[in-house]
């Protein structure tokens, strides 16, 4: 799947494809058909709230669809 994945501060996202797992049997696998920036995401590039260890893929404001129907 593709993600804008962050590296380091103060320099844009990078779009790639990455792997993931499947789904664990208490998760559902979801379709993203967008996904927001927020501030949280804005706080984490440009250093005001650090992360442990970049690369990280941010963003939790997504919309899509179960992709197991």
Do not use: W
């Not at 844009?12 to 797992?21: A, F, R, S």
């Not at 927001?36 to 250093?47: T, W």
């Not at 992360?51 to 919309?63: D, I």
Request: charged fraction near 15%; proline fraction near 9%; glycine fraction near 8%.
């Amino acid at each position: 799947m593709k993600a804008a994945v962050f590296y380091e501060h103060h320099a844009p996202l990078i779009v790639k494809e990455i792997q993931i797992d499947a789904p664990k049997r208490t998760e559902v696998l979801v379709k993203i058909a967008a996904s927001g920036v927020c501030h949280s995401d804005l706080s984490h590039i440009n250093g005001t709230l650090p992360l442990p260890a970049p690369p990280a893929v941010l963003g939790h404001e997504g919309t899509g669809i179960n992709s197991q129907f």
